[in-house]
């Protein structure tokens, strides 16, 4: 069977009139780590949005592709149910949902249910595995969470769910070393030939622990180069003004 593959060429969007994206071309396949990052401003967190179908982000050019189906006319459900998973940078508070219910109801919108029994079991294991207490079980999803409480409960949800190809949007963001780690390593277990990544970030530290296939730098709205984990640690080094010159002078 054929790995899942996102392809996007010449994406351009706009975001309340502002075009964002000016011709993004990229390519994940499914088992693979890619890094996307580049300086404020660049257009990383609109492609992740674009992506997954927000409606505020409205594309007006190019294509993008997944496992084979066209995405743009895709609602944001279906991109799920397709394989897609977006973790935010700034995740949402539900009052009133606790982590198991939701759980239930995304495994069950995805056509994945399972016996009540295999649930909970699974779900113990996910949370020890990343070292959430027990009590948010019946916590509400992000609904006064630390920082980095809402960063481990999303990547719980990636663990449950499972998706051929997770999008994690600065999910490094705030995150202590030690919650750093634990995120990074609960990413890492996740990954392989079933399920790739695509993580989104301003600064390489995460890198250091999810050893990225490919680097990929966005600055205004379009990739400008690629490389491999090598370009991240030139990056921690030089920055991203020495790259961005080069890339210029390339095409001049």
Do not use: W
């Not at 967190?45 to 189906?69: I, R």
């Amino acid at each position: 069977m054929s790995k899942a593959v996102l392809s996007i060429s010449g994406l351009r969007a706009t975001v309340e009139g502002k075009e964002i994206l000016k011709g993004v071309d990229l390519e994940v396949a499914q088992g693979e780590i890619h890094a996307l990052m580049g300086p404020n401003g660049s257009g990383k967190s609109t492609l992740a949005y674009t992506l997954m179908g927000h409606p505020k982000y409205v594309v007006t050019g190019g294509s993008a592709t997944f496992d084979g189906e066209d995405l743009l006319p895709l609602t944001a459900d279906a991109r799920a149910r397709l394989g897609l998973f977006l973790c935010f940078q700034y995740p949402t508070a539900i009052p009133g949902v606790s982590t198991v219910n939701f759980l239930r109801a995304a495994l069950r919108a995805q056509g994945k249910e399972m016996p009540a029994r295999e649930f909970l079991n699974r779900l113990g294991a996910e949370m020890q595995e990343l070292k959430i207490d027990e009590s948010f079980r019946a916590r509400y999803i992000n609904d006064g969470f630390s920082g980095g409480e809402k960063k481990r409960s999303e990547i719980l949800q990636l663990a449950m769910l499972r998706p051929k190809l997770a999008i994690l949007d600065e999910t490094d963001s705030g995150l202590d070393v030690d919650a750093l780690r634990t995120v990074a390593d609960g990413v890492m277990r996740l990954c392989g030939p079933d399920m790739g990544v695509l993580v989104i970030t301003h600064y390489p530290r995460i890198l250091e622990h999810l050893h990225p296939d490919r680097v990929h730098v966005l600055h205004d709205g379009r990739v400008v180069t690629s490389g491999g984990a090598d370009l991240a640690r030139q990056i921690e080094r030089e920055g991203y003004e020495p790259i961005l010159g080069t890339a210029a002078a390339a095409t001049a």
